[in-house]
């Protein structure tokens, strides 16, 4: 396959994830076309003084999408939560439109435990996509990363004087994984469809204790940082307690994971590289 001859649309390409697989999707020699509702804006043009077609469109226009994808083999979706109704919406445009133009290989971003209901309103979108996707019948990939390192950039400030915040107990486990490491996972499907379509993916990089988190974050940094439980926002939905036999909530394989990707970052290792560059 001569893969500079085959253009991949990429959604949300000026955002982390997608910018990374925009990143090891031309690094693997593909022609990469990003859809931006602005080709005048910073970001935007940046993409293309890298090489990356841009494509003016928008995933609530549908003419705009079919325009998009024509010719494209392959798409790598990602929506934005802004409510679960319009990011089901625009998946769907989208998914419409890559199946009427006969992409090839149809990647999902999504989000760990969307293959299951879910009150949760970051997860319940991906729930009702993932389940249209799988509908369609499309060659498909869906990848369901666990919590983003990038999100500690929220609180950075915080981080650097010492404190990091979440909702859960100091000893409850969490999953990490860096952007960068979901743009391999999308561009290694893109390479090697025949091991990819057809899979859903569970992926991530380090699980961590959020004390040990806070503890990774004290290493990289070389200030002390302690992790402090907060109450969560007013309105935030509760999930229903499990019941006692109930299955224990889904984890990536990490170790499976590193068997497609040895060198997958660490918290800790995430963190040095964003301290060394000061953006942490």
């Known amino acids: 396959m001569v893969r500079s001859d085959k253009p991949i649309l990429v959604t949300g390409a000026t955002g982390h994830q997608s910018g990374a697989a925009v990143r090891h999707l031309r690094a693997d020699g593909w022609h990469v076309r990003a859809l931006v509702r602005d080709a005048e804006k910073p970001a935007a043009r940046a993409l293309a003084d890298a090489g990356v077609e841009l494509v003016v469109g928008d995933l609530t226009d549908r003419a705009s999408l079919d325009a998009a994808v024509a010719g ?16 089901f919406a625009e ?23 969307a293959d299951r209901p ?17 509908s369609l019948g499309m060659p498909l990939t869906v990848l369901q990363p666990v919590t983003f390192m990038e999100n500690l950039l929220n609180q950075k400030d915080g981080i650097l004087q010492g404190k990091m915040t979440g909702f859960m107990p100091a000893d409850a486990v969490r999953q ?14 893109f390479f090697d469809p025949d091991n990819w379509i057809g899979r859903t993916a569970e992926i991530a990089g380090d699980e961590l204790t959020e004390e040990q988190g806070a503890a ?16 969560p926002p007013a309105g935030m939905p509760t999930p229903p307690p499990a019941p006692a036999d109930a299955p224990l909530p889904h984890r990536a394989n990490i170790v499976e994971c590193r068997t497609s990707i040895p060198d997958l970052a660490t918290l800790v290792e995430w963190a040095a590289d964003l301290h060394a560059e000061g953006i942490l």
């Open 72 to 87: 494209a083999y392959g798409v790598h979706s990602l929506q934005t939560p802004v409510g679960v109704d319009q990011e």
């Open 91 to 113: 998946a769907k445009n989208l998914a419409d439109a890559a199946r009427a133009a006969d992409v090839q290989h149809f990647v999902q971003s999504s989000v760990i435990g």
């Open 118 to 134: 879910s009150v949760l309103p970051w997860v319940a979108g991906k729930v009702q996509i993932e389940a249209y996707l799988h």
């Open 176 to 189: 990490w994984i860096a952007a960068d490491d979901v743009g391999r996972f999308v561009a290694l499907a």
């Open 216 to 231: 990774a974050l004290s290493m990289a940094l070389g200030v002390p940082v302690v992790y402090e439980q907060q109450a």
